[in-house]
């Protein structure tokens, strides 16, 4: 527990980068990663609700019986998620049409409910507040690694812009379901070999 | 009548929960490595997903939406969702122990498996009446069973043969279900 803050938030950025180490939120990573816009739009939304999450756990951790605490703790998650919700809609509409069920459904997303069990609940606040902002970082970085190789192969774009010059013929299966799973795969596979060294 | 069995074609296959729309991945990944783990969560997931759908769609059409008060449907949906499954939990250890036996540690998992309020909110976004509802929910939940037992058999097999070091697991997992996916597009074709 010898941990500094700093540290704390390190971790999320590759000892344990979700998806990638901790295999969990896998439905929003295949689903919103279509183009690198709805990838840093889940990410953001999803790092709010993380860090917030954790930050009420961990002030409430001493008060929240332990018996009923993954109720408790579902209910503040759902909380923030419909706060991030309503503020999509009113700021930035096109990216809450985009990304449609996937904003409710963090509250599903086992990444959030397993930091704040398995870690806002035994820490301090400022601990947990690092550790949900690495961990929401980390989760956006693997959003835009994957969503960039899809978006670049399936549309040959990136962000919009185009990379490969109007001759390249779109890879669509990239951006359909399987190129997603298969896209996944592979990547686990390469941080898997750069881990091993 | 025809109508409902396109719904049930689309929802079953064509749209297949998980392998067209991305939801339910990690019960997906997690429980398939052993057929009998598959079938056990397939049966859990038909069972409360039917269930919730119909609940939800009631809470929200006579509740929420009388009152006016929409924007607490992400609230209420994971609030009854988690009841459910802690009621059915209870419900079944007491009345039918034998399912109870088979579904047994399946049931808990479910609260977080995201098909479920997926289906819940796709029912109240496409805006079904109440047979619709339920007709897509059961659909819905048949097409998780079918590509978890499915993708079941395949993960058996792979398990056999030689994968590279850092293939294994989880990642050759993924690339599997890319080929069901691959297959499950071929249903495009039916409607």
């Known amino acids: ?51 917030c999450a954790n930050l009420l756990v961990s ?30 809609q009113a700021y930035a509409y096109q990216l809450f049409q985009n990304l449609g069920i996937f904003i409710p459904l963090i509250v599903v997303n086992c990444i959030v409910l397993g930091r704040a069990e398995a870690f806002a609940s035994k820490n301090r606040v400022i601990p947990s507040l690092a550790d949900g902002l690495g961990i929401g970082v980390g989760f956006t970085l693997s959003l835009t690694a994957i969503s960039a190789v899809r978006e670049c192969l399936g549309n040959g774009t990136l962000l919009g812009y185009s990379v490969f010059g109007p001759a390249f013929e779109p890879f669509s299966f990239m951006v359909e379901a399987p190129g997603a799973f298969i896209c996944l795969g592979l990547l686990l596979c390469i941080m898997n070999i750069i881990g091993q060294k | 009548m025809g109508d409902y069995m396109v719904l049930i074609i689309s929802s079953m296959l064509i749209n297949n929960i998980t392998l067209a729309q991305y939801l339910g991945i990690c019960p997906f990944i997690g429980t398939s490595k052993k057929m009998e783990t598959a079938t056990g969560m397939a049966g859990a997931v038909v069972f409360v997903m039917t269930l919730a759908a119909i609940i939800t769609w009631c809470i929200d059409t006579y509740f929420l939406k009388t009152l006016d008060i929409e924007y607490l449907r992400t609230i209420a949906f994971i609030l009854v969702i988690a009841s459910l499954v802690q009621f059915v939990e209870m419900f079944l250890k007491k009345s039918i122990p034998a399912l109870y036996a088979g579904l047994g540690i399946f049931l808990p998992l479910i609260t ?43 993960r058996e097999r792979v398990i056999l043969g030689r994968v590279p070091k850092p293939l294994q697991d989880t990642s050759i997992g993924l690339v599997t279900a890319g080929m069901l996916a691959l297959a499950f597009i071929g249903f495009r074709g039916l409607v």
Do not use: D, H
Not at chain 2, 114 to 132: D, H, P, S, T
Not at chain 2, 149 to 154: E, P, T
């Open chain 1, 1 to 51: 527990m010898a941990k500094t803050i700093g540290q704390e938030f390190v971790k999320g950025l590759w000892e344990e980068i979700p998806p990638f180490r901790l295999v969990l939120g896998l439905c929003p990573t295949l689903a919103v990663t279509k183009s690198v816009e709805n990838g840093i739009g889940m990410g953001l939304a999803t790092t709010f609700v993380l860090v």
């Open chain 1, 59 to 88: 002030i409430l951790s001493g008060i929240i019986p332990s018996k009923i605490r993954i109720a408790c703790f579902i209910i503040i998650i759902a909380t923030f998620v419909t706060v991030v919700e309503l503020m999509m």
């Open chain 2, 112 to 154: 977080t498996n995201c098909a479920v309020m997926g289906v819940c909110l796709i029912n109240i976004q496409e805006e079904y009446k109440f047979l619709e509802a339920l007709t897509a929910s059961i659909s819905y939940a048949l097409g998780f069973g079918l590509a978890l037992i499915l993708f079941a058999g395949v």
